[in-house]
């Protein structure tokens, strides 16, 4: 193999390797975004961004309370302020992606 065939082959296979890493830290970055957005809300208490565009009514939750929630139940506890947050923070330790489904 000649010397400047080696040379372009890792070249290549650096700017694969470099696009890859680029499109993984930009969906990253999106999804860190939205987990921003989501907590904001949650922290204002805003219900119609919650409700109607970030959180699907299929949605699973995890409460504080060490419980697994659904949606409806989370939309009833905003409605009779019951749940009212003082705070929150969101400490991500990963996020995977499988195909269009990212696992934060």
Known sequence: MSHSFKS???LLLLAL???????QDVREAEIIRLENV???AVM???SNLLFNTLWSPKMVINTPANRVGTVEGTRMQLRTGKLN???????????????NLAIV
């Open 8 to 10: 372009i082959t890792l």
């Open 85 to 99: 947050y003082l705070s929150f923070e969101r400490n991500i330790e990963k996020i995977t992606f499988n195909d």
């Open 44 to 46: 204002k208490g805003d």
């Open 38 to 40: 989501e907590r904001n």
């Open 17 to 23: 390797i470099t696009n890859l890493s680029v499109a």
